[in-house]
């Protein structure tokens, strides 16, 4: 318990890193803040697309399918292991900008570095949260390798502006997962993807 905490708190701050990055610039050695309408916009109609498509929901079917073929049926916490798991190392910029890399240039040096990152991660978790992290090296595969075969077709949609909408809104709900992690699940993640996509257009 103790430990799910800590990484909890880690995972909070390493939300809320990326959104001081994104949201806050020097001008003239005053702090300005931006982005603020697009991030509520993106969030709420991200939200509402999700909680119709019940997002977290089919997440959640595809843990206990998952947690049932491996062998896993008796361990208690497995579908949340993996659903949390799964959004930690799948959302943020990394994982795209990676893919996109490793598609058009053949450069994986992203992918790798962000592999490192993952692998320290799952291990911790998979030691406080149980198995169902593992698994979670499933959607990472399915999400960074349809990113890396529609890499040149999505290259231009991707421009500096939406990357940074999409690392801004990405470092929203990866502190939403931190926050379910310290106080128990209040916030539906996964029903929170699509304001990914919103962002970006």
Known sequence: ????????????????????????????????SGGTMMLVVSIALGGLVGELLNLEGRIEQFGRWLKKKTGNSGEQGFVNAFVTASLTVCIGAMAIVGAIEDGIFGDYSILATKAVLDLIIILVMTSSMGKG?????????????????????????????????LSLVGSILIFCVG???????????????PAIVIAVI
């Open 1 to 32: 318990d103790a430990l799910m905490r800590a990484m909890g708190v880690c995972v909070l701050l390493v939300g809320l890193a990326g959104v001081m990055e994104k949201m806050l610039t020097v001008q003239g050695g005053t702090l300005t």
């Open 133 to 165: 992290c593992a698994f979670s090296a499933i959607p990472v595969a399915i999400l960074q390798g349809s990113v890396t075969l529609l890499a040149r077709f999505i290259k231009p949609i991707l421009t500096t502006e939406a990357l940074t909408n």
């Open 179 to 193: 926050l379910n992690l310290v106080w128990g699940k209040k916030i539906r993640v996964a029903n929170l993807l």
